[in-house]
């Protein structure tokens, strides 16, 4: 079962239109990458790895600094993809699938508090020890003897 079915190029090219607007009205800036192109003659495939950057519009209604672009361009969100175009005997691609999207890696990573790059930048701790420091207070049990 497949959820977009086209056929041709006018229909292919029709939708990705449809979903570049949209896209311009949801995100205030957006912009995809092409990161690797690998033909491979044995099957008759071109596979394609890209990166979509965007900001959200709650995001930058959110944050007026957004709205500068060299403060924006070093704060966008990502995720990558992997197409594979199938291509025919004539050198026409007769089919895309979209194997895989990758989410944005630094969403699991563990980020430091406000404290802790307070802490970094002003060089109270060293280095070694900032490891140690947590910014969750310690809780102390006081027995009643």
Wanted: hydrophobic share 40%; with cysteine.
């Amino acid at each position: 079962c497949t959820l977009f079915f086209f056929r041709g190029l006018q229909q292919y090219m029709a939708h990705l239109g449809m979903i570049s607007v949209t896209c311009q009205f949801l995100f205030p800036h957006i912009e995809m990458e092409a990161l690797n192109i690998v033909p491979i003659l044995e099957d008759g495939t071109v596979r394609l790895r890209w990166r979509v950057k965007h900001i959200s519009l709650l995001r930058a209604l959110t944050n007026p600094m957004l709205f500068r672009y060299d403060y924006r361009v070093k704060r966008l969100k990502w995720f990558d993809g992997y197409s594979i175009f199938v291509v025919d005997g004539d050198g026409l691609v007769y089919k895309v699938v979209n194997q895989k999207v990758m989410p944005d890696e630094e969403r699991g990573v563990e980020k430091k508090s406000a404290t802790q790059r307070l802490v970094e930048k002003m060089g109270v701790l060293p280095k070694g020890a900032q490891a140690a420091y947590s910014s969750v207070p310690s809780r102390r049990v006081s027995r009643l003897q």
